[in-house]
């Protein structure tokens, strides 16, 4: 086998300095700094809180190499745990039964047919509570909480559903969040940004000085010969240093003679340059977004009577990572303006500390073999196990490092034995709002808890109900029902056998004065009270149908309900059930919020790093058809806030509302004679309301007020001009107004 990156690189770096008496043993320094006493302190705190939360949810009943291929023979000893719960209920959602037969017993191990009830119920469920949030692109817009940010937030609404939803896919992301929190009742969510590099090399037509080296420009790339030069303007200012701004409040510019590259406005024009082709060193962004996915489930870590993921004393996620990767994440990121030497020092430090990596029992469940999923081969095949990889443990706590009673906000990177200090640092210098990077979706919330109760869970009782009394009818009426008496001893082939066995459609011989009634005869159980079992059946049915709030005609009719076969039974059913399913969504709806508002301030953050280096962004916004340019600049004063525009059953609430609404106003105002004016201004914002919860997308264009010519004062005729007066009509002749009408 060719050897790997991470070891040629190792191969090829000096050799990594070894940190000498009471200095830290940190690989990656951050402002957090410790000395050698107080870091075994912290080290030691996440290390047993990690093995603590570990045993409390059931984790540790997972963590031997292959246990998930196994988990008929050792489920039974989990499945009362946080995680065993949660695990079983996977397993039920994807009809993966062969468990009970092991945990169960009884009639399961005789007959173990199953009744998709439970998949069907939370299915709907899931679909319904996906097309209540995302049914609809976009599902989220982004407003100004004051009225001098509105206009901007438009721009900045465009750019987010842009990056977030259209390039990012946050929708696809945070609908497998929806499913899981069904399924297991919560999920955890982790927004982070996502940067993917692609380096390479190739040949450029780049500006060169008399030397023959590159100019390189202010923003650290090449000058290129498409790159254009235009005249530098700098703000007007007075004789105290302060701008003079023009008549609309903006810096009056003037033009200082100087010649400056287009892309940056920075770069001065060299005097001598010469364009040639040359092969460079580039690098290609192929990825730059911000996401929001969930965790899996054996890998998050919250303590259980914690009231939310952001007060809990402690709360650990575990990946694994390429330590290729690793290394090329910290050089791009955190160490790209160091100089060289000191990047050579600090990644052979970690290059040569985290490997060879770490074995199969020390790495995230999540990228272990899932045998449900048909990945059985031991062998590594078919994965990408190439590159050496360590399991890490992102530990976020609230912890007192240096003994002042102060207890703060920090996040340890460390191997998941405990025995690296990777990485740790303040929260705050980890993320933009100071809050740990992680939020929890959620139905059925356990009060006082940040978990909920899954509705897989919920229903488990119902399904097994049902279960048995399916199977106890197969059961009867299936050859087990039957009980047969057989005397080999009557037959030829039972001398040479006396312990033959009866072969279902093989021949024998009977003896001389031997009958097949002397030789075989069977007993049938016929008290299988099959129309009872059936009428139970219907009634869990019934039970399970009414909680699950999803129910549609073809539930109705397996469990033998009248109710469905008459409209009003078919309308109330429908109202029940969105009354129960809009439950729910309210369960849902603040979080998904929460998640959203995360994202655009990971979003808008990192716009705002490119604004501090003078650039503006520039976009074309499908939706509307207009060119947006935003200076993120003005990121940094900007208070913004994010709706989610929920889809379906909102929209038919408002629909019905705004319809009422207008229906009773448009009667009122046909009552007063009101004029068409005052009708426009009363009817225009429900008619307005109504067209956006049947997704016109241009309401306020159509319920815009109409232009209408100015009217004219009572008496002035028309076609007279306003302002002169109006002509007397000659003595004899009568006013127009009493001229008959011929």
Known sequence: MSQTQAMTLATNLPPAKIPQGDEAQVIIPSALELTLEQEQRLMKHAKTRFDELSNELGRTNYESPGFLGLPVRDLQRNCASHFGKRHLAHQIFAQQMEWRAWVLGGLYKESNVHLPISTRAVGQQIARANKSFFGTSPFFSVSGLSQDDEDFAKDVNAYARLQLDTLGGISASLQSAVELAFVQGETAVKTTRVKLTSYFESYRVIALDPAGQPIVAEDGDYIYKTDLFVEEEVPVVDASGLQVPDEHGNPQMQATGRMVLKRDLKTLQPASMDFKSVKINLAQILTDRVEARPIYFLDFLCPLNAPDVQSADCVVHLYDSQVIQMADKYLRDSWGDAPPDDQLERISALVHRVLPGSGEANTSLAGRNRPDQGEVTDQGTGRDRNEPLIGLAEVWLWFDPFGDGVQRSIMVLMDQTGRLPIHYDYTANLTEDGLRPIDVMRINPVVGRWHGQGNIERNYALQNQADLLLNRALFAESRAARVDFWNPANTI??????????????????????????????????????TNLRNLLELILQMSQAM?????????????????????????????????????????????EKILRRALKCLLSNLAKVGEAGKLMRFFDRPTNRMVEIDPYRMRDLDLDIVLDLTTYKSQAILQQAQLGFTIMQTYLQVIAAPPEEAEKKLGPLMQQILQALEFKNAKELCSPIARPLALPPGTPSGQPMGQPAARPSAGVPAPESQPVI
């Open 493 to 530: 082939e039972g001398d040479a056998n006396p312990n033959l066995a009866l072969n279902w459609g093989a021949t024998y011989r009977l003896k001389n004065n031997k009958t097949a009634a002397d030789t075989l005869s069977s007993v049938y159980l016929t008290n299988i009270k099959s």
């Open 548 to 592: 699950s709030a999803v129910s549609n005609v073809n539930d109705g009719a397996m469990a033998g309900l009248d109710t469905q076969k008459l409209a009003t039974g078919i309308k109330n059913l429908e109202r029940s059930g969105e009354e129960m399913f809009g439950q729910w969504l309210s369960h849902l709806q603040p979080d998904v």
